[in-house]
Nanobody
Framework: QVQLVESGGGLVQAGGSLRLSCVAS????????MGWFRQAPGQGREFVAA????????AYADSVKGRFTVSRGNAENTLYLQMNNLKPEDTAVYYC??????????????????WGQGTQVTVSS
């Protein structure tokens, strides 16, 4: 069983930056994807970014392209999300996710099996 723990959320002014981290208690194989999703109040969970494997090409939601960068640490059980030029519409709970198999559609939340508890990101205008 894999457990994911996110950290790094907080309150920041528009235009500021935050870096989210996700640590998995178990090993995530290097050829498995890991991703970030977010959920704003009253809205459904939406895809933010994912990376297929260490060194693989990342994927981003259009709303965050050019501002967010997803990466995996050298240790296979870590995932990061660098968020720059934050906007009030980025306010949400951010979740880290990992699958139990290699071949998944990385932008779809129902393809992931393991989820963290979430970390709150609040961007003030």
């Amino acid at each position: 069983q894999v457990q994911l723990v996110e950290s790094g959320g907080g309150l920041v002014q528009a235009g500021g930056s935050l870096r989210l981290s996700c640590v998995a208690s178990g090993r995530i194989p290097s050829n498995y994807a890991m991703g970030w999703f977010r959920q704003a109040p009253g809205q459904g969970r939406e895809f933010v970014a994912a990376i297929s494997w260490i060194g693989g090409s990342p994927a981003y939601a259009d709303s965050v392209k050019g501002r967010f960068t997803v990466s995996r640490g050298n240790a296979e059980n870590t995932l990061y999300l660098q968020m720059n030029n934050l906007k009030p519409e980025d306010t949400a709970v951010y979740y880290c996710a990992a699958p139990a198999r290699r071949e998944i559609k990385i932008v779809q939340d129902n393809e992931y099996d393991y989820w963290g508890q979430g970390t709150q990101v609040t961007v003030s205008s």
